[in-house]
């Protein structure tokens, strides 16, 4: 198991930018892939982004490409979400999970992660 505290939400203006944090503790957490998701009211889970266990390889969803990017500091057991030119429909409860396989490449679906955060709340105001 591995517990995760995501950090670094709170309201910005529509075009600003914020970064979140994911802190883990627990088991190996080089070892394996992380990502991002997102759940605004109403709507369900949706995934945002995810990085290897390694770092080499990211993937982002659409409405995503290019305005946020993923890394992660194995040495400090941490991934970020660099969230850049926000827009209100960016507005929701973010979580970060961890794969449930070690030593994958970037995954992308909730069935995928078996360790999730709290959730971190990102509000954009337009």
């Known amino acids: 198991q591995v517990q995760l505290v995501e950090s670094g939400g709170g309201l910005v203006q529509a075009g600003g930018s914020l970064r979140l944090s994911c802190a883990a503790s627990?088991?190996?957490?080089?070892?394996?892939?992380m990502g991002w998701f997102r759940q605004a009211p109403g709507k369900e889970r949706e995934f945002v982004a995810a990085?290897?266990?390694?770092?080499?390889?990211?993937y982002f969803a659409a409405s995503v490409t290019g305005r946020f990017t993923i890394s992660r500091d194995n040495a400090k057991n941490t991934v970020y979400l660099q969230m850049n030119s926000l827009k209100p429909e960016d507005t929701a409860v973010y979580y970060c999970?961890?794969?449930?396989?070690?030593?994958?490449?970037?995954?992308?679906?909730?069935?995928?992660?078996?360790?999730w955060g709290q959730g971190t709340q990102v509000t954009v105001s337009s």
């Open positions: 999970a961890a794969d449930k396989v070690p030593l994958r490449a970037v995954v992308t679906t909730i069935q995928d992660y078996n360790n």
């Open positions: 627990g088991r190996t957490f080089g070892n394996y892939a």
């Open positions: 990085i290897s266990w390694s770092g080499t390889t990211t």
